[in-house]
């Protein structure tokens, strides 16, 4: 069974940064398609971007773009998330998915078979 563990969130001062790790569990992380989620509490849940099966080829939507990154270690099965300048609104639960249908990146939660539990993350001002 696939299992995703997030790691890295806490709490932080806006302007800094933090990155946060994705480590997949019971397969090969390379054989997926791969999305970072959050969801602040009274909001609805957002596509933060994501890699494609294989290539690993990173995709973001338009308002994340300059200051999200995301990226993997294969060898030890882990996908990064690197959030600069980080602001009083990026404060949610921030949330791995995995899925294994299609060969490119879905900003659609329901799409993801596997999901990680989450990790908090909050920005003061």
């Known amino acids: 069974q696939v299992e995703l563990v997030e790691s890295g969130g806490g709490l932080v001062q806006a302007g800094t940064s933090l990155r946060l790790s994705c480590e997949l569990s019971?397969?090969?992380?390379?054989?997926?398609?791969m999305g970072w989620f959050r969801q602040a509490p009274g909001k609805e849940r957002e596509f933060l971007g994501g890699?494609?099966?294989?290539?690993?080829?990173?995709v973001y939507p338009d308002s994340v773009k300059g200051r999200f990154t995301i990226s993997r270690d294969s060898g030890k099965n882990t996908m990064y998330l690197q959030m600069n300048s980080l602001k009083s609104e990026d404060t949610a639960v921030y949330y791995c998915?995995?899925?294994?249908?299609?060969?490119?990146?879905?900003?659609?939660?329901?799409?993801?078979?596997?999901w990680g539990r989450g990790t908090q993350v909050t920005v003061s001002s």
């Open positions: 019971g397969g090969t992380l390379s054989n997926y398609a």
């Open positions: 998915a995995a899925e294994f249908r299609i060969v490119g990146v879905s900003n659609v939660g329901s799409n993801y078979e596997y």
């Open positions: 890699l494609t099966r294989s290539r690993g080829t990173a």
